[in-house]
């Protein structure tokens, strides 16, 4: 084994305290070598997990009781312990997942932002959703009592790490951060490929907790096999919501065992999305070796590992269309593969490839070369014909890593039969001139039906975190299309509404007593009323 952490103690974090699991080991490996990391992880079994999700329980009133100065303030401590780790949590992630230091970085930097968003978002207080209908016992034929309305948290949240980002969907990533934002307190299911990265940050979010003298059960991290203790993790009473990034078969895996309990409970999944991008006749009338190298540049940053990576391009039949696809060819025959995020992702991704390209109809654009290390395929580029796309479903299906599939399409017409035979997606993009609006107006009420956010003349690698952005579709894109999980309105997946009637004003919560002492702005007989 080599070593890049020798400070790492490769137990789980439960009640806030390090925990030597009684199961078997696992380690991480170094997926530009295969070369194994230490130390040595040892794994939870359900006992060790219930406490875990007992001390979650237990620390559920006391945390969502926090006045929102002292609420917002543990996020932002949070954030601080993770900039305070910064370069050896870059390090290790680096070493666990073959990404590169300017992405991980990046995503530190992002993993904080967030943090701090969501701090903003509690202090503010308008995701409490406060209303109130005042009584009128002068109404006839009936008086109408006096009722009033918030938004309270559901209760301990499970969340489990994404392999493809260690650190933004990880241990402190928009799951967790939003979960803790709206006073549920966090069971983490580390992602078994990058356990160093968890503890790290780990960490960070225990030590929060402690120098605001939480209960230590509002985060535990525990590891363990996805198959036996994230189903009991998700299968246990005390968990009430489910926040997951991942595959298919993971999500709705996770889902089923969530619909059969005594109590259900919602699972919040992101899972499977080829991310279509739409191209016009105006669109290619420019520079189309730029276009091209643009395309390839979405494709295949980060190895193609990042969900909303363009898997699908729809270009027009043609003496253009065929410019464009020759300068696809050229630009996907100048990339280099890079270092996939674990030797069994890499394997899929060469599965899927072959049976892709094995299918009738279909040939390859471009493929460029292989990597310098282990796990680095060289991206490829196949292309058909819509005819084709339209009659095969094995066409329609996502490959995760740095491969993407042209299909020509004749007309408008054909065009549109193609959008609706898409799946639930993330994202849909349209890259179009000012001579193409008509013809992209007549796509756009499909592309609405199928996906969370649709871009213009862009990429859809790279999502924005604030207030407005949606990252969420319907199914397969995520389990629950109402919901995003990236963005403050991520939030709203870990509360529910409460209406209380006739209470007294000393027993109201302080969001909706007539004083508002919080300076909330609230809906006041259904007008909206400034704080």
Known sequence: M???ATALAGHSLINGAPVEGRGETTVAVDPATNESLEPAYTLVDTEQLGAATRAAADAFDSFRAL???????????IAENIEAAGEEIV??????TGLPEARLTGERGRT???LRLFAAVVRQGDHRGARIDPALPERTPLPRADIRQRMIPL????????????????TAGGDT???LAAGCPVVFKAHNAHPGTSELVGRAIVDAVRDFDLHPGVFSLVYGPGS???QALVADPAIKAVGFTGSRSAGTALMRTAAARPEPIPVYAEMSSINPVFFFDGALQGDLDALATAYLRSVTGSSGQLCTAPGLVFVPAGDAGDAFVAAVGRAAAACTGQTMLTRGICGSWQSGVEALAGQDGVDVVGRGTDGATRNAPAPVVLGTDAATFLTNPVLHEEIFGAASLVVRYDDAEQLREAAERLE???TTTLHLTDADREAARGLLPVLERKAGRILANGWPTGVEVGHAMVHGGPFPATSDSRTTSVGSLAIERFLRPVAYQNLPDALLPADLQEANPRRLNRRIDGSPTPA
């Open 91 to 96: 390090a290790r992630a680096m070493a666990e």
């Open 228 to 230: 036996t203790i994230g």
């Open 424 to 426: 639930g997606q993330l």
């Open 177 to 179: 951060a939003s979960a």
């Open 67 to 77: 006045d929102p100065e002292t609420h917002a303030a543990f996020l932002e401590r």
């Open 155 to 170: 209760g301990p949240v499970a969340v489990f790490g994404a392999s493809n980002f260690p650190l933004a969907f990880s």
């Open 2 to 4: 080599t070593s890049t």
């Open 112 to 114: 904080a932002n967030q």
